[in-house]
């Protein structure tokens, strides 16, 4: 899909495409990393950008915003990326007070860029994301209400991980816009045919023996949220 995305100019310059890089299991325990990657996607933010570089980018976006929505935004985004000073900082604040004010900063960042155009996030591997990233995810479901956002989340169906209630919550709360898909194991067949595929030819390893068993294809599932309220430009279709 993202591929068919670059090469059409229409459907690049008619939809937002953010998609993250699967999440690694090392990250499970950095709070808000999944939120922290979807915000420097969607302001073009390089992960080498300074803190005063990424505030600058921040506001850059932000005053982009029409003016009654820009309260409140800015501090909580450039707080969990790391790019306030310490006198900017208020650290009387406690924790729920900015989880309130992050969930709802980041709710109306991506409502004003969905807003402009329509938008699809490709989620993968959350069953590693960290339990903070998963409840913004859920707080963002909201917006399959009203705004032209397609959201695909990827992952194992581990009924121990926080991306099951993620699952749950979407299912239960969002039934009408939510379709899921589940992805059995591939066969060993399957699996050599994948990585022939991805080395070009090459059979794994080189001297051509079958792919070992414990490398072959994972269950997992693919839960979509999508908005059916706002039609997408034809351009899209």
Known sequence: ????????????????????RPVASYQASEAYRVLKDQLRLMYAIPESATSQETAALL????????????????????????????????????GET?????????????????ERKPAVVVLDDLHWADPASIEVIQHLLQLVNTLPILILCASRPDRGADSWQLKEHAAEGYADRYHEILLRPLSDED???????????????????PVPRNMAGMPGSAAIATSMTVAMPSAIG
Do not use: C, N, Y
């Not at 969930?103 to 991506?110: D, G, H, K, P």
């Not at 699996?191 to 023996?209: K, R, Y």
């Open 1 to 20: 899909m993202h591929d068919l995305w670059q090469r059409d100019g229409a459907r690049s310059a008619a939809v937002q495409f953010w998609v993250h």
């Open 59 to 94: 506001k850059e976006h932000i005053e982009t915003m029409p003016l009654p929505e820009q309260t409140g935004v800015f501090e909580p985004l450039a707080r969990v990326l790391g790019a306030l000073d310490e006198e900017e900082t208020d650290e009387t604040i406690d």
């Open 98 to 114: 900015f989880k309130r004010q992050l969930f709802a900063a980041t709710l109306a960042a991506v409502e004003a860029q969905v």
């Open 191 to 209: 699996s050599q045919l994948m990585l022939d595929g991805l080395l070009s030819g090459m059979t794994w390893p080189a001297i051509g023996q």
